[in-house]
């Protein structure tokens, strides 16, 4: 079986929590592994409204996600408080990717390390667009 694995970055740019909810759950009675995309959509609206933007308007571009990897590493269960460390890694010309580091918050455990290729995309025309500027000069500055 091959084994992808995400490289944690020196530096994260961002950190939340988030507390494991009942609807995250799966039948095996913990965090289910299709939350854990969802958690880190939660963890990545925060970050991008930290810098005053969203997912429609990082200086006029949105973002659109064109892959998702996910490294499991311990169960996570119900009431848990989660931690969300998020770093921004790899800036091209189109866009990014986000790397996320999960852990519980009670014993520091890592939950998971997850990472999103993200695109700047424009909506109207339904087509990737360049990475803006401002944001290269942005996010300069929360490093």
């Known amino acids: 079986m091959s084994r992808l694995h995400i490289q944690q ?15 995250d759950i799966n039948y095996g009675n913990h965090l289910a592994n299709d939350a854990v995309l969802r958690l880190c959509h939660e963890a990545r609206l ?28 311990n169960q996570a269960y119900y009431g848990d408080i989660l931690e969300f460390s998020i770093a921004i890694t790899d800036l091209s010309k189109t866009g990014f990717n986000l790397i996320y580091r999960i852990n519980r918050v009670k014993d520091g455990k890592i ?15 339904q087509r990737i667009s360049r990475t803006p500027d401002s944001f290269r000069q942005r996010l300069n500055q929360v490093k």
């Not at 939950?111 to 025309?125: E, H, S, V």
């Open 9 to 23: 970055p020196d530096l994260w740019n961002f950190h939340t929590q988030i507390t494991v909810h009942i609807g």
């Open 111 to 125: 939950i998971a390390l997850a990472q999103t290729g993200m695109a700047f995309f424009d909506y109207n025309r």
């Open 46 to 73: 925060r970050f991008l409204s930290s810098m005053n933007y969203s997912e429609l308007n990082i200086e006029g571009a949105g973002l659109i996600m064109l892959n998702a990897l996910v490294e499991y590493k």
